[in-house]
């Protein structure tokens, strides 16, 4: 019944915008929306970080606009990075947000507004934007944009395929009729037969999006310390990981798919003694480590595990154990075409833009 109503509301709300009669804002710029169709985690954040990096590779001036989950005043616009510094912290910012920031330092301002249409508009004044990336924006139709792309975890595409709240989708899935591109990403945690699969479903709604897969792999591990001090980039020393695996060790997140994240450990070889799962977006306490390093001894385990997500909300906390920190990296199954599609649009909204000038 209320999966029902939401799913009514959902496309009623969506019909409003197709018929113009809810306005969507240009920011007048090019704008690409990087979203899921689906609530939890999907993997997206490296692929915002991609899409800004090449959009800063060819010249312009790039800022990603998120709302900031799980921060400590939702309401508020932060400016997170104005390219050049990390100007406040994961509390204030919400964790994806500051970890772009500070992964793109140099490359891209980020902004934390719920109100992306007045946070581009301010950005594009301020701070002179030309190119903007809305990060978890597939059902944001407040703002236009140029290119519409949306992530699939493989690992769970459609949950149980029912709306919320018996499912996890946020709309039906022949809303990705609206995608551009459409990218499967953790593919290398599930089987081919099922990325076949998926791919036909995903074409028999939208036959003219393109369909990338994408490999989420562990590309540096680092020890916690050496990843706070190390601040805002992160380059610390790259640890043995041969030698890690030999040792058991507690893994711990708070993802919106903690499994993709353990079963990915699991591939790579570390020999996980025990896995702790917190809720998507959490905000470690000092209480929290003591019970994982206790869990740690009674398991033999060396060493505690964790992702560079929640290690930005870490760094206020004392360990006593040696904690190392798993950094990742998207790998494409077509990285050039990737990179075309985004520079295409760009070259195409240039010119319009020259055009109308």
């Known amino acids: 019944m209320f999966s029902w109503l939401y799913g009514v509301i959902t496309s009623t709300r969506n019909f409003l915008y197709t018929k113009e009669i809810l306005k969507s804002v240009s920011l007048e710029v090019l704008v690409i929306s990087i979203g899921n169709i689906t609530v939890g985690g999907t993997g997206k954040t490296p692929l915002v970080a991609l899409a800004a990096k090449i959009l800063a590779e060819n010249g312009e001036r790039v800022c990603i606009l998120s709302r900031g989950y799980g921060r400590t005043n939702?309401?508020?616009?932060?400016l997170v990075s104005d390219g050049e510094n990390v100007l406040t912290d994961?509390?204030?910012?919400?964790?994806?947000?500051?970890?772009?920031?500070?992964?793109?330092?140099?490359?891209?301002?980020?902004?934390?507004?719920?109100?992306?249409?007045?946070?581009?508009?301010?950005?594009r004044e301020t701070l002179a934007v030309t190119a903007f990336v809305l990060d978890d924006a597939f059902q944001h139709l407040r703002v236009k944009r140029d290119l519409n792309i949306v992530t699939i975890d493989a690992t769970k595409p459609f949950g149980n395929g029912k709306m919320l709240p018996s499912g996890i989708l946020r709309e039906p899935l022949v809303n990705l009729k609206?995608?551009?591109?459409?990218?499967?990403?953790?593919?290398?945690?599930?089987?081919?037969?099922?990325?076949?699969?998926l791919k036909r479903q995903i074409l028999e709604i939208n036959v003219s999006c393109k369909i990338f897969v994408a490999e989420n792999k562990t590309s540096q591990v680092i020890d916690l310390n050496d990843f706070h001090a190390q601040m805002p980039d992160s380059r610390g020393q790259t640890i043995d990981q041969a030698q890690l695996k030999t040792e058991n060790c507690i893994a711990f997140c708070g993802l919106g798919n903690p499994d993709s994240f353990f079963e990915q450990m699991r591939r790579e070889e570390f020999t996980l003694a025990a896995e702790e799962t917190f809720s998507d977006h959490y905000f470690y306490k000092q209480t929290d480590v003591f019970k994982l390093e206790a869990k740690a001894i009674k398991k033999s385990a060396k060493f505690l595990l964790t992702t560079a997500k929640d290690a930005v909300k870490l760094k206020k906390l004392n360990f006593t154990m040696l904690c190392y920190v798993v950094k990742g990296e998207i790998i494409l199954d077509n990285p050039v075409e990737f990179s075309n599609l985004i520079l295409s649009v760009l070259r195409e909204k240039t010119e319009l833009r020259r055009k109308t000038v």
């Open 74 to 78: 939702p309401r508020k616009r932060v």
């Open 90 to 123: 994961a509390f204030q910012a919400g964790d994806e947000p500051f970890e772009l920031a500070c992964q793109l330092l140099g490359k891209a301002i980020v902004v934390a507004d719920p109100n992306r249409a007045a946070a581009g508009r301010w950005a």
């Open 178 to 197: 609206r995608a551009d591109a459409i990218v499967l990403t953790r593919a290398n945690l599930v089987d081919e037969n099922l990325i076949a699969n």
